[in-house]
């Protein structure tokens, strides 16, 4: 069997669980959505803002009124939480990937993954397009043969951690006890923050420039140990969560059996939360073993997911500048 044929037999899972977690919460979305939609007809506090296109309007309005809807109860902060802090680590490894001097040039669209993360849920998103991309570019590959391709613009990196600075600024601000129309506009501008932001640091920085390397990668995996920390100091506050209120875990994991109306956007978090998070423990079981992935996953209990993520995120770009090194020491002799 041919290695194009492998790669798509090794992404088949991940386009499976994209379109089963598509029909998991948009086949059972229909009553919470029609009330969210019958809201957002009505002007006033529930709707404070409107760009003037009927459609998008709509559209946002039930984004924002269901996001806010999660927020609603300790278990939807909690949840969402961890969402946030997991999506921010999957949207700099997002970053980065799209942007190694020989990306596959869909990778490379951030933008447009960054939009169909709105439109259509990150979990959807990752693992049916995403992912399966990801894979089917060999973009995984580290072996010696292909270390040059993984090169990124020193400039690019800059403008990628800048993004995720505010960007996480966006979403702390959700947290906030603002008023309602202030809670609306944090909660619209998280929204469309990947978007922009993408769209900035494409327009603004190379993707290549003639520098070194190594530094390249230095830079991303301190970046990535940056997200890691944020990462546990969500996971250190969703535990003072618990202390508080030691049934918020029970709470969260009968939402995986029913929910009412009011729940299903803090189901609909939890489910999006999970399949990012197991989608990426795919392919890292694909790239170095079960034995990593294991780490990873018990780095998840005890440093929280997005921590476990970003920490693996940090060792792969960490064996790629060892392969540099030995690379570089080599045309040395």
Known sequence: MDQHAIRVLKAAPLLLAGAYTSYLLYGRAGEPVEAFGNHCQMPGPLYSWRFGVPAVDDFLCVVVQSFRQ???????TWITGYLITTLVSAYAFLAVEGSRQKAGWFLSLIPL????FMLV????????????SYIL?????????????KKVSMVRIGAIALSLILLKLSAIAIFFPFSEKGKEISILLFQIAP???ACLWM????????VSQMRGHRRVKAMHLLQAEA???WHLIGVLYIIRDPEIPWRVFKLLHSWSNTEFQAFFLLVDVSVLFLGFMYVI????????????ALGSVLLGPASALSAYFAYREDKILQAVIVQERSKDF
């Open 70 to 76: 999660g927020l609603s109860t300790a278990e939807g």
């Open 113 to 116: 993954h960054a939009l169909l």
């Open 121 to 132: 849920g990150i979990s959807v998103v990752v693992p049916a397009i995403w992912l399966p």
């Open 137 to 149: 570019y060999n973009a995984g590959d580290r072996t010696p043969r292909e270390i040059w391709r």
């Open 195 to 197: 978007i922009a932001l």
């Open 203 to 210: 327009l603004l920085s190379p993707a290549s420039e003639g």
């Open 231 to 233: 990462g546990l100091i």
């Open 285 to 296: 079981v694909l790239e170095d073993g079960t034995d990593i992935a294991s780490l990873v």
